[in-house]
Every structure is written in structure tokens, then in C-alpha cells.
């Protein structure tokens, strides 16, 4: 492997990864006994480049002390998730300022005008995004009943698995919870939007943290490996059943719904998906994912299984059974 020039002030820095003389090793070091075995993340063996490198280098001169905020391995995640775009550093610039814009300097959105083109231009504070006042009183509670989603268990590498049911959930609920009503949107009043954006925010950043947790369980400490790459867990896999898909979801409102939602989060945390598995999936959804499929990146869409009711087959290839719900036909039991 090639010596990589690399700016010594990044080591300083816990936003860019650092290198030390004697590399660690990019094998998992489970910190107890008790953790599963896991084989090499993915991501840990995917070394940087002078490219790289080169756009790390950009970053810092660009944003210097502005990304503080960011967790250790945010950087990579953008730098390493747009190395395949043609204009790489215009894409690269644009979306760390979109994660900056979204949820890292509210003060200088506080006196936006919402419109229903931009309906949370206030925007979110992701450094206490997580706070008990985040969300009204019974706002979370409401927000899982009518979009139940949860974190149990790990792949074979490690990675937290979220199972996400909005697919079974009925529209006349989600519009309950989460659509505000004409007269508060002529009035500039979109707190139901904003409700749904800080319940699904709340919602990545404990996926996040759970990745940061598995880093520490496992040894990694977020510098260069011996192979060049990043000790440090940054996917997730995702499970969504929708076994009781409903007729309504193909409406182009809840279509442009989920485009906007997705666009959203994978802007903000790029390169983080695993694997996805959509199960339980009945036709209708079949033909909805051919529309759907047209507004994610193709390299995520590849990510992506679609399977019917046989899908524990698949499943249990990746996430061992005794990692996977009973009700999911794994033989955890929920606690």
C-alpha cells in the first residue's frame, strides 16, 4: 500500500481518521467474552486512497472548526460515499453543508418562514436531538404507534438491525400523527411535519450511537487499520415487513412522502446502509418499488432484497436466528 500523504493536524482532530506509526489491526477484538464472534465489518477493510485523502484535506480547509460538531466518523461516511460521483467534491461540499444547514447551526435558521415547500425551515438541533423536551409529552409514544419501528440484534459483522413496520401501517393513522391540516399550513404552522422529522432524526441518531457502542465492544477505536481502512462500525441492516401494505400507499402523496423522507436521511447519513430486506412484500408493492426504486441511488437500490413470505431463508444468511425476533421467525424473544 501506497504511503499516503496526510496533513499531521488531522490527527489532532477526532472529525478526521488518525494514523499512527503501528496501525491497529482490523480484525475484531471483542472486549469481553460474552460478545458474539463477528467476522470483518465491511467497511473496516475499505482502505482510503490519495483521493481520499485529497478530499479530507479539501474538507479541512473549507469548514476548519465548523465540524467539531460531528461525530468521528461523519467524514468518512461523506468522503468515502461520494467517491463515485462525477463532480465528487461539488457533491461532497453540498451535502456536508446540508448536514451542517439541518442539524448543526439552528440559530441562523430561528426566524425562517415555513412554507409547505419547506415546511421545517427552522430546521433541528441534532446535538440535543435526543433531549426528553425534543418532543412534546406523548409525541414519541404517538409517533411508534401510528410508525412502529426498533433496534434488535446484529449481521454476522456486527452491524445493529433496525425493523422498521411502517409498511403495515394504516394511512388513515400516519395522517393522524404526522399531517398538519389546511388552515394551520395557510397559517405557516407545520408541527406535525416537523413532529415526523424529529421522531425519524431521534430515530437515526440512536442508530448511530448504537454503531458508535458496537465500535467500542469490538476494539475499534477509529483510526487507520493495518489495512488502510477505518476501525470503526458505520452500517446498519434494515428489516421492513409489509405484509399489510395498503392500497392508499401507492397514492402519488404518500410516493412523494417517502422520496422526500429518504432523500432526507440518506443525504444526511450517506453510505451507512448494510443490507435491506423488504419482506413479506405482495404485488402491489412490487409494482410501487419499479416508481420507488427511480428516486434512490442505484448503489443502494442493489443493496436492497425484495422477498415474500420465505424471507427468513435469505435472512438467516446474514443475521443468525438467534439474532432475529421470534416474531420475525428467529427464536430471540423480544424482552
Not at 469548514?63 to 466518523?73: I, N, Q, W
Not at 465528487?88 to 448543526?104: C, Q
Not at 440518506?266 to 404485488?283: F, G, H, Q, R
Request: a neutral charge.
Amino acid at each position: 500500500m501506497a504511503e499516503q500523504k496526510v496533513d499531521d493536524s488531522m490527527n489532532k482532530s477526532l472529525q478526521y481518521p488518525s494514523r499512527n506509526d503501528k496501525p491497529a489491526s482490523s480484525k475484531p477484538n471483542p472486549s469481553n467474552d460474552k460478545l458474539p464472534k463477528i467476522a470483518t465489518p465491511n467497511e473496516v477493510e475499505l482502505p482510503f486512497n490519495e483521493g481520499d485523502w485529497e478530499m479530507f484535506r479539501k474538507i479541512k480547509a473549507k469548514y476548519g472548526s465548523r465540524l467539531d460538531v460531528f461525530y468521528g466518523d461523519d467524514l468518512t461516511r461523506f468522503v468515502q460515499g461520494y467517491s463515485h460521483e462525477k463532480e465528487r467534491e461539488i457533491e461532497t461540499f453540498k451535502r456536508i453543508d446540508e448536514l451542517l444547514k439541518r442539524g448543526f447551526e439552528p440559530e441562523k435558521y430561528k426566524d425562517a418562514k415555513e412554507t409547505k415547500e419547506d415546511p421545517c425551515a427552522k430546521q433541528f438541533d441534532f446535538k440535543q436531538i435526543l433531549e426528553k423536551d425534543a418532543m412534546k409529552a406523548g409525541e414519541e409514544e404517538d409517533a411508534l404507534k401510528a410508525w412502529p419501528v426498533f433496534m434488535y440484534g446484529y449481521d454476522d459483522q456486527g452491524h445493529p438491525v433496525m425493523y422498521d413496520e411502517i409498511g403495515n401501517s394504516n394511512p388513515t393513522d400516519l395522517d393522524a400523527c404526522f399531517e398538519d391540516n389546511e388552515a394551520n399550513m395557510k397559517a405557516g404552522k407545520f408541527e406535525k411535519m416537523r413532529k415526523l422529522k424529529t421522531f425519524r432524526f431521534r430515530v437515526l441518531r440512536r442508530l448511530h450511537n448504537t454503531k458508535r457502542i458496537q465500535t467500542g465492544r469490538y476494539g475499534y477505536d477509529g483510526s487507520v487499520n493495518d489495512k488502510g481502512g477505518l476501525n470503526a462500525i458505520t452500517k446498519h441492516c434494515i428489516v421492513m415487513d409489509i405484509k399489510n401494505f395498503h392500497a392508499k400507499s401507492l397514492t402519488a402523496k404518500y410516493r412523494n412522502l417517502v422520496k422526500d423522507i429518504i432523500a432526507d436521511e440518506s443525504n444526511l447519513w450517506p453510505n451507512t446502509l448494510e443490507k435491506m430486506y423488504i419482506i413479506n412484500a405482495p404485488w402491489p408493492f412490487r409494482f410501487a418499488w419499479k416508481i420507488i426504486s427511480n428516486f434512490i441511488h442505484p448503489i443502494t437500490v442493489a443493496k436492497i432484497d425484495i422477498l415474500g413470505s420465505d424471507y427468513i431463508n435469505t435472512m438467516k444468511k446474514k443475521i443468525s436466528l438467534d439474532q432475529i425476533p421470534k416474531a420475525y421467525g428467529g427464536t430471540c424473544e423480544l424482552p
